[in-house]
């Protein structure tokens, strides 16, 4: 029996789909002592985690190995006085250190803050003096050191500095101190509803949002990694995202650990599609999740064999209806789309039992009550366009959904207006109940009447071969209101032209109805993002 089916309560149809999941935990329940050393000291020789990088160095963790790896973490970190409710920054891009830290700091019950090491000086300087960080925990490559003495120096200069593998002016090495740190470590006090865990989400306005979640987020991926990503007992699943990113908690530890699945990670800067199969074939990958980016260079590169690989899925942006159907040509696997955000757990997906369909984000997650509200407030028909809205449970706490927005009260009160969480996002409800997403709600463009998604547009654009990445909006147009307008970033074999230009518009507009029909294009060398890649589309509209 896995671990997680302690903590919960499955309900399934007749032919073995779920239909509902109830958590059940101690006030108490952490992570680091309920799941990791229950399972260390259950099968102490369990796969815990798969660690290889580009120079073919590799790393096998048992769960013992975890287990005693963050005792000495926690004894190291509570030797500078890091404890229940203290803040520490990790930047740690995927290096296997960062499974080490992130349950030493679960057992100390202090709050992880993950971060990417992208981050210029500034946003370090933002983020370490909105959380008030007592430590930072980070890599030692691409300059981050140099960056991350300057912010501190900046904020705190009391704040605690360690970086790994390799001594650096200004930090401790922790890799050699935690060889010097005890391996037993007594279990601390936590509440299930302390802050755990903060990630700063880029939105496409204004400066990053602090989102807190409780000790009761690990919980609420048992969905994601055993019903959604198809994680499994003894498998090996293999997320691609960088441990600065939300995707990283979704794809990389809590499910998958609870599931009894290990977790594989490549330890990469620069993206080969290549070397990520290589990596698949080569440690025997059972399921894999990828934003769609990953798989459209799969599809353009040539998809090789992935003979072991029984599942796989993708969530994030726009996956193109062509990168599907090739993707399964090739593999026989068809890629399961799911729904989220930073804020929550999966709130959509193509789940186990039944086919993934092309487009779809599937249906709602048992474990969440979910309705698609109009703007007054009602719920919409069939094959309306609405926004995706979150009901609590009767019961009033709903696990998994972010318990705040770090020193900002009254952002948290705007999406919880009405007695629901306002996720911002639009999506329609066919009448199979099969959901599909539209974007951003208040992305919705009205022209001429009509209400059009800029996901369904897009959609169409990317089976075009020349459009590498594309956005649209609505502009100002003195007859429609708005005219639909489209951002393309070409494929690199192909150059601007206003004959290109044509080319793409008639291809879209003959497979859109008229009020859809794209008016104008824009070649661009690059769409504006946020440092979690979210194309700006306000920045385009302006």
Not at 161 to 190: H, I, K, M, P, Y
Request: glycine content about 10%; overall charge neutral; aromatic content about 12%.
């Amino acid at each position: 029996m896995s671990i997680y089916q302690q903590f919960c309560t499955e309900t399934f149809d007749g032919e073995g789909r779920l239909t509902g999941l109830r958590l059940r935990y101690p006030e108490t329940f952490n992570f680091g002592y309920d799941v990791v050393d229950a399972i260390a000291a259950e099968t102490p020789g369990k796969r815990a985690l798969v660690w290889c990088n580009t120079e073919n160095q590799e790393r096998v963790f048992s769960f013992d190995d975890i287990r005693r790896l963050s005792n000495r973490a926690a004894n190291l970190f509570a030797s500078h006085g890091i404890g229940r409710g203290d803040r520490v920054m990790v930047l740690l891009k995927r290096h296997y250190e960062y499974w080490i830290v992130a349950v030493a700091m679960h057992k100390l019950g202090a709050v992880l803050i993950p971060a990417t090491h992208m981050l210029t000086v500034d946003d370090l300087v933002y983020r370490m003096s909105r959380a008030g960080v007592r430590g930072v925990v980070c890599t030692a490559q691409d300059g981050v050191p140099q960056k991350v003495r300057e912010a501190a120096g900046r904020v705190d200069p009391g704040i605690q500095l360690w970086t790994v593998q390799q001594d650096c002016d200004g930090f401790e090495n922790f890799t050699r101190r935690l060889e010097e740190a005890s391996d037993v470590f007594a279990r601390r006090r936590t509440a299930v509803t302390d802050p755990m865990l903060i990630y700063f989400t880029s939105g496409t306005t204004g400066y990053p949002k602090g989102v807190i979640h409780d000790f009761s987020y690990p919980l609420a991926h048992i969905v994601t990694a055993k019903y959604w990503q198809q994680a499994e007992d003894g498998g090996l699943h293999f997320t691609v995202a960088e441990t600065g990113w939300a995707k990283a908690s979704w794809g990389k530890l809590y499910g998958q650990w609870l599931v009894g699945s290990a977790v594989m990670v490549f330890d990469f800067d620069n993206f080969d599609p290549r070397q990520l199969t290589s990596v698949i074939n080569r440690y025997g990958v059972t399921s894999f999740c990828a934003p769609p980016t990953v798989y459209r260079y799969l599809v353009r590169k040539g998809v090789p064999p992935m003979p072991g690989l029984r599942h796989a899925s993708t969530a994030g942006e726009l996956l193109s209806p062509e990168v599907f159907r090739i993707f399964r040509e090739r593999t026989g696997l068809s890629l399961a789309e799911g729904y989220g955000q930073t804020e929550t757990t999966l709130l959509m997906a193509n789940f186990r039992g039944d086919e993934p369909i092309e487009g779809s984000m599937g249906r709602i997650s048992p474990f969440y009550r979910i309705e698609l509200r109009g703007r007054d407030g009602a719920p919409v028909p069939v094959g309306e366009i609405g926004e995706v809205v979150i009901l609590p449970p009767e019961s009033g706490r709903q696990e998994g959904i972010f318990t705040g927005y770090l020193g900002d009260e009254e952002q948290f009160r705007y999406v919880w207006r009405d007695g629901v969480y306002h996720t911002g996002d639009a999506a329609w409800r066919d009448e199979n109940g099969h959901y599909w997403f539209h974007g951003r709600f208040d992305d919705i463009i009205k022209t001429g009447g009509f209400r059009v998604g800029p996901f369904e547009v897009e959609n169409v654009l990317m089976e075009h071969p020349a459009v590498m990445e594309c956005s649209v909006v609505g502009v100002a147009d003195p007859l429609r209101g708005q005219a639909i307008k489209a951002y393309v970033v070409l494929s690199p074999d192909y150059t601007e032209s206003k004959e290109l230009k044509t080319e793409i518009r008639n291809f879209c507009n003959a497979r859109l109805a008229e009020y859809k029909w794209i008016h104008s294009i824009e070649f661009m060398k690059e769409l504006p993002k946020t440092i979690s890649g979210k194309i700006r589309k306000v920045e385009l509209r302006k």
